[in-house]
């Protein structure tokens, strides 16, 4: 203590405010000076610039280490590389001269080549003797030295040449200066020389010429690949990085599929931290994945089910329950295979229903019928209409749910959702239920006129509506749909549809429309293109899950490659599922022989629904989008593309008022080829109808959700 001494048990309290107000130093002031010296070193040494970064830190310091074995290892390589370089430019430089390149050239740029012919054969003819010269007296100089002095001189005038040579050569091909002979082929070194990866994202246009990076990892090898984390530049956004990672990919010498960009987000994440992962190899080649939940005996549907693995080889879960799943892909690319996957953990699950409809009308979910609570099969009318009625009747159940939801007290039904407690409880009847569609487009392209309580419609607009209302309703009250199409476009899964669709997968499909149509508007723009999978990668897709996985809570998407499941072991977990309920005495509906639809209330189940008429058309469209659709009728669903200018004289509107009314409407024109009266394809503006069906759905899901929301304040 400073001055200051401890009161006595009687002595006065005026002593201890004094105390308390007291400094407390170092009890051996000897150390103190040691102390602050060697903290000062300290912090001059990690804060001077003139100290190198490589010793400023241990792993800094085993980094140079690591870096500094590496170059001694690759030392005689480069070496050897240099003075190859040197040669071929030695040589190139010879040539140059002895053809006399840069009389010829000047001759060339003055039109006097003709004139000068005779002059240059002569320097020509000079040159190549002065060359023979001293080739001659250089071999002459050789022998004699070494007739002289042995063959150590020889070794020494090798080693000095080759010094010579490597240094001539020691910059790269391509670089000011030199222009490469026969270019080699270009080889992932950034794992050993940070700079080529800085070069590559120059290459790339990610950053300028005068900009780096920074390194916040050093490259390490992580599994399969080289892993690193850099911050960009000032400015510089990771979400371009993600944007050009086929350009990067392209810079750094490998496939776009090896390379994984992704941002680093959170805690110690911010917009300009890029991670990069490079595979070595085709991280998508090999056998196929075998479905780890073939050894499970059983599966709780609230648990995320195994879906397949990511370049990196991480297992990728996909969370079923709260959401909804679409899955797209052309034909012959496992699209079947990886809806199967999340049925199969609903499967094991005995608490669980399935509705099941096969558009296909083939084997590949037959198996399932021995489980499931509804069956179709088949892509004829009757199969048709029986999709509808149990839709219908699934739709209703929806309803009763909520209704009965609604009675619950606060402790069983805490935030108006399902519960995995209510979900098992049988004798308030509100399993998981999953509606299962494979090649859902044969339903939905159905053009069967109906009429619903008064209101046209036709049997696919209507099976959408029912579809839209499960999807935006249904997750709460525990109903999962899970639909899959060989046809994804925007004719056939209207965008009122696709909008409530949680989850999406993409396997391969023919362009990036297609692909933004699973995936999402723009995401091609994002770096995801489900069209530039490779043929050859069966069961490689884009997923874009609503909820987390392995690859992080902040993922937009990530590529995966499905497990692998047969018909034969498909046709293992459903017996398997067939058992379980069994024992538990849940099998109902078709898997017990009990085809039976419930009475439902039609009215209801429309009014629920909102259905508009002419096909789902509403009654109330705004100008110019009903004059377009009442001009086109049928067109509507028939023709690719409308010009303009024929739109703009049958309406009789102004071009310019038409084009911006429409762009109002988020339906911009563009140029396309169509032939003339002539047959001559030629180039003009119009409007694609899938572009103007999309305002369409717009409009009616703006309608639908003010009149919903009309009615809650009623």
């Known amino acids: 203590m400073t001055g200051e001494t401890l009161p006595a048990p009687g002595q006065s309290r005026e002593v201890e405010r004094h105390i308390f107000d007291a400094e407390l130093v170092d009890d051996d002031p000897l150390r103190e000076p040691h102390l602050n010296l060697r903290r000062r070193f300290m912090n001059w040494w990690q804060r001077s610039s003139r100290v190198p970064a490589a010793l400023k830190s241990r792993q800094a310091l085993r980094g140079t280490a690591v870096d500094a074995v590496a170059f001694m290892v690759r030392s005689p390589w480069r070496f050897i590389s240099a003075v190859g370089r040197g040669v071929a430019a030695a040589a190139r430089s010879w040539r140059r001269w002895v053809r006399v390149h840069d009389y010829r ?24 003797k002065v060359t023979g010269i001293v080739a001659m007296a250089t071999a002459a100089a050789a022998t004699v030295s070494y007739v002289v002095y042995g063959g150590r001189v020889l070794w020494i005038a090798a080693g000095i040449g080759s010094v010579v040579l490597a240094v001539f050569g020691r910059r790269k091909d391509g670089a000011p200066g030199r222009k490469p ?24 246009k990610l950053i300028g010429k005068d900009e780096t990076l920074r390194l916040v990892e050093r490259a390490a090898h992580d599994g399969a690949g080289w892993a690193v984390t850099v911050d960009l530049p000032a400015t510089r956004k990771a979400a371009d990085v993600i944007r050009h990672r086929e350009a990067l990919a392209s810079a750094l010498a490998v496939d776009e599929l090896q390379l994984i960009v992704e941002r680093v987000r959170g805690r110690g994440g911010h917009a300009g931290r890029v991670f990069l992962w490079v595979a070595d190899e085709a991280p998508y080649s090999g056998p196929p994945l075998r479905f780890p939940l073939l050894d499970a005996e059983c599966w709780d549907a609230w648990r995320p089910i195994p879906f397949g693995r990511d370049a990196r080889n991480r297992r990728i879960d996909l969370p079923v329950v709260w959401t909804s799943l679409i899955v797209g892909a052309i034909p012959r690319q496992g699209k079947t295979c990886a809806t199967r996957l999340p049925a199969a953990g609903l499967i094991l699950d005995p608490c669980t229903q ?130 899959a199409t060989q046809r994804p476009d925007s004719n056939t899964i209207p965008s009122r549809l696709r909008a409530v669709l949680g989850s999406r997968f993409a396997l391969r499909v023919m362009d990036w429309r297609d692909s933004n149509i699973v995936l999402g508007e723009q995401m091609n723009t994002r770096g995801f293109d489900a069209s530039t999978l490779l043929p050859s990668h069966k069961g490689v897709g884009i997923l874009r899950p609503d909820g987390d996985t392995d690859a992080g809570a902040d993922t937009v998407a990530v590529t ?155």
Not at 418 to 428: A, E, K, M
């Open 181 to 204: 002979v026969l270019a080699g082929p270009r080889a992932l070194t950034w794992t050993m020389d940070p700079q080529v990866l800085v070069d590559a994202f120059r290459d790339a």
């Open 105 to 128: 050239e000047a001759a060339e740029q003055s039109d006097k080549l003709a004139d000068k012919f005779t002059e240059i054969r002569a320097l020509t003819l000079f040159r190549w």
């Open 354 to 483: 399935l509705y099941v409809f096969d558009g296909k009308g083939g084997k590949d979910w037959k198996a399932a019928e021995a489980v499931a609570h509804r069956y179709v099969c088949g892509d004829e009318q009757e199969h048709a209409e029986a999709v509808r009625d149990y839709l219908v009747e699934l739709v209703a159940e929806v309803q009763a749910r909520f209704s009965r939801m609604s009675t619950l007290d606060d402790e069983i039904c805490p935030e108006s959702k399902i519960t995995p407690q209510i979900s098992r409880d049988r004798d308030l009847g509100m399993p998981i239920t999953a509606v299962i569609i494979d090649e859902v487009q044969v339903y939905l392209e159905n053009p069967t006129r109906l009429e619903i309580e008064g209101k046209r419609t036709t049997l696919g607009a209507y099976l959408a509506d029912l579809l839209t209302y499960l999807a935006r309703k249904g997750p709460a009250v525990g109903i999962v749909v899970i639909l």
């Open 560 to 714: 995966v490659r499905t497990f692998y499941m047969d018909n034969g072991e498909w046709r293992t977990i459903c017996e398997r599922g067939r058992a379980l309920r069994e024992a538990a005495g849940t099998l109902t509906g078709h898997a017990a022989g009990d085809d039976r639809p419930r009475a439902i209330d039609q009215a209801a189940v429309a009014k629920a629904l909102g259905a508009g008429t002419d096909g789902g058309v509403p009654v109330e469209l705004p100008e110019p989008l009903a004059s377009v659709v009442e001009y086109l009728g049928d067109d509507l669903d028939r023709r690719e593309f409308v010009p303009t200018a024929e739109l703009t004289e049958a309406l009789d509107v102004e071009p310019s008022v038409f084009a911006r009314e429409m762009g109002r409407l988020e339906c911009r024109p563009t140029r396309h080829r169509v032939p003339d009266a002539t047959g001559e394809v030629r180039r003009v503006r119009g409007y694609f109808t899938a572009d103007i069906r999309a305002a369409l759905d717009r409009v009616r899901d703006e309608i639908s959700s003010t009149d919903e929301a009309g009615a809650g304040q009623s």
